[in-house]
Structures are given as C-alpha cells and as structure tokens.
C-alpha cells in the first residue's frame, strides 16, 4: 500500500453550515459537495486496505505512558490475526496502535481529522485519508472493521466506543466484537452500563460480545473467536 494523504486544512468556517441551522440554497449545496468530496476520497483511498479492526484511544497518552505499550501491543496481536489496524491516524494512542502494526510488518491506516496539530497523521501509516467532517470520518472508521478495541480516552473515545455500541445494538453492523482494555481505567463506565441494563435500558444480550480485560492475549483470541472465525476472515 502507498501512503496517501488528502490533507485538508482546518478551519472552523468548514464546520459552521452544518451547525448553525438554515442557510441559503447555494450555501447548503457547497456543504453537500464538501461532504460528497469527504467520502469519495475516504472510499478511494481506504477501498483497498482489506478486513480492519479499528483502535480507538487517547491523543494524550504518548511513548513513554503505560498506555502507550499496551496500544503497540494491541497493533502487533491485531496484525498477526491478519488484520488490518486502522485508527483514527493521529498521535498517541492511535500512533501506538498503528506503530505496533508496523513493527510485525503489518498494514496499517488511518483515517483522520482536520483539527490541527493535536490530530497530525503519525509516521507509521501506510495510508491516511484525512475527513473535514468527524461524522464522515466515523462512517470511515466503521466501514471497514470488523472489530473494534478501545483503549483509555477521553470524549473522542468515548464518542466512537458508544457509536460502535449503538450500531451493534441496532444491527446497523453485525454484531462485531467489541473490546475495552484496561478494565482499572474503564471501571466506572462499567458501572453505569450495568446499571443500564438493571434498569432495563439496555438487554444483558446486547454486551454478550463485550470483552473488557488488561490481556492483549485474551483480547486477540476474542477477537479471532467472533470476527476471524466467524466471518471467515483467515
């Protein structure tokens, strides 16, 4: 794979139509052409990456931080499973992930955001799209995984943990595994979900594919039991 990259500048003005209610016909046209041009050069450059497990995780974690090995340990298990590891293609935890996939001779991609420095693509990608828009970029990050592991985060982990959670749950997707590692990290979480169901707001069935662990190991062998295995994916 060749490393491509359709950065796109941010800039607040891009986002504003989207938010800020009804605008003039041809103003909303141009929105629709922006994000027209987002998925086309996302389904471009991602068409040929094959079977991806997408990791989420921090920016803020960085080498060094006891995150940040286990992030590379997540890409090096990932890969050798034959997957491609895809993340959100910024720094941190994402570039752990995709670092850990290149150091088993991996493929390695990312699908990122136009924020500025905080999201600048890592050097371990073998190709990157770049979305203005962070819908466009989840749609990207979902379509071709099937599997999803989340490391500690913050509101963008969140926003994508809970988003694969609610396409299972709907059958959007298939009901792909779903992986949370570092259980000290996400324990209250945990509990409110828990509580979820104990209301009744969710279904026990509805997490029957949820693993949450500290093993890289037990994580990898989920996630060959219910997405290599079970979609045919070796």
Request: net charge neutral; proline share 4%.
């Amino acid at each position: 794979m060749n490393k491509r990259d359709n950065t796109i500048q941010p800039n607040s003005w891009q986002d504003r139509p989207l938010l800020e209610g009804p605008q003039t016909r041809r103003r909303e046209f141009s929105l629709l052409v922006r994000i027209f041009t987002d998925f086309v050069a996302g389904f471009r450059g991602l068409a040929s990456v094959g079977p991806c497990v997408t990791v989420f995780g921090s920016t803020r974690f960085t080498e060094g931080h006891e995150y940040y090995e286990i992030g590379r340990q997540v890409g090096r298990a990932m890969s050798e499973l034959g997957l491609t590891v895809m993340t959100g293609g910024g720094p941190g935890l994402m570039e752990a992930a995709n670092r850990g996939a290149k150091e088993v001779g991996g493929r390695s991609v990312g699908c990122n955001i136009a924020l500025g420095p905080e999201e600048t693509p890592n050097q371990y990608l073998d190709r990157c799209v770049t979305a203005r828009y962070f819908f466009v970029r989840k749609v990207l990050l979902f379509k071709y995984s099937y599997a999803f592991v989340a490391l500690p985060g913050g509101f963008g982990t969140m926003d994508e943990l809970f988003e694969a959670l609610t396409l299972v749950q709907t059958r959007k997707i298939e009901n792909f595994p779903i992986v949370l590692i570092g259980t000290a990290y996400w324990k209250r979480l945990l509990h409110l979900i828990r509580n979820m169901v104990d209301e009744g707001a969710i279904a026990p069935v509805e997490i029957d594919t949820w693993l949450i662990t500290d093993d890289v190991d037990e994580a990898a062998d989920h996630i060959r039991r219910y997405a290599v295995d079970a979609f045919g994916l070796a």
